[in-house]
């Protein structure tokens, strides 16, 4: 990794930090991105104001990855430019995890807002159940093949959850299906906002949403999206949060 950037350029929460010692968990993030207008729009849900992480703040949608992730059919393979992409940086990750990673962002998409990245699978449809029923009941398999990967996160230690998040960004031409009464009052995310960059929505937005957001933005202004960018990595590192650049 190289071109560290000086903690004071990136922003860092004010979460407490007296927590024990937890080892960070794959997660995934999908920023869902509507570039249909003259100012591109991200996709942000309002969590719940009860839930223990990032109460009542604007995020994206995600999780952690599922263990049956790696094993959900797809409609089209994941890139291998966004495979080379997940594999880079440290800690490593296997090949297995990262098309786990793809989907994990799919599902958690869908499972928090009702928004399913699918196409119409070639030869009889393969029956999917649980968190990807609602793919099943429209007669889709979940799509990773217009994924980009924009950064990469690990929440620093002491924090009551850690995780090692890998952000996607997907054209919002991409959602296949909408599922309806997914996001209410007494739901995970209680609203969802299409908002433009630089939005008043996003003024109190997590210290590392607002990170990433900086980092997409950066990559839409050059125009369409490509997988040969370098690839921001947050971490926590000698007591300071710092961003790596990791090559191309």
């Known amino acids: ?27 995934a993030t999908l920023m869902l991105v509507d570039r249909s207008g003259p100012v591109p729009k991200v996709l942000v849900g309002k969590r719940h104001d009860k839930v223990v992480f990032m109460p009542g703040k604007f995020v994206f949608p995600g999780g952690s990855v599922d263990k049956t992730d790696n094993r959900v059919p797809v409609a089209a393979p994941m890139p291998a430019a966004l495979e080379a992409n997940l594999l880079k940086g440290s800690p490593k990750t296997l090949p297995s995890r990262a098309r786990s990673l793809a989907i994990a962002a799919i599902r958690e998409a ?10 119409k699978s070639e030869g009889k449809q393969k029956t999917l159940t649980g ?3 609602a793919f099943s009941d ?6 990773p093949s217009g994924l980009f990967l924009i950064a990469r996160a690990i929440t620093p230690p002491g924090r009551i959850k850690r995780f ?8 919002a031409s991409s959602i296949a299906h909408r599922v309806e009464g997914v996001v209410h009052a007494d739901a995970e995310l ?14 109190d937005a997590h210290a590392m949403t607002k990170n990433v957001l900086n980092q997409l933005q950066k990559r839409l202004a050059l125009g369409p999206l490509h997988h040969d960018a370098p690839l921001p990595f947050f971490h926590w590192y000698d007591g300071k949060m710092q961003m790596d650049m990791i090559p191309a």
Do not use: I
Request: aromatic fraction near 8%.
């Open 1 to 27: 990794m190289n071109d560290a950037v000086d903690v004071n350029k990136v922003e860092v929460g004010k979460e407490a930090d007296h927590h024990p010692y937890k080892r960070p968990r794959d997660a």
């Open 110 to 119: 869908c499972e928090e807002t009702g928004l399913c990245l699918g196409r």
């Open 131 to 133: 968190p990807w029923q």
């Open 138 to 143: 429209a007669g889709l398999l979940p799509d």
């Open 164 to 171: 090692d998040t890998r952000f996607f960004t997907a054209d």
């Open 190 to 203: 209680v609203e969802l906002v299409w908002v433009e960059l630089g939005s008043p929505h996003l003024a």
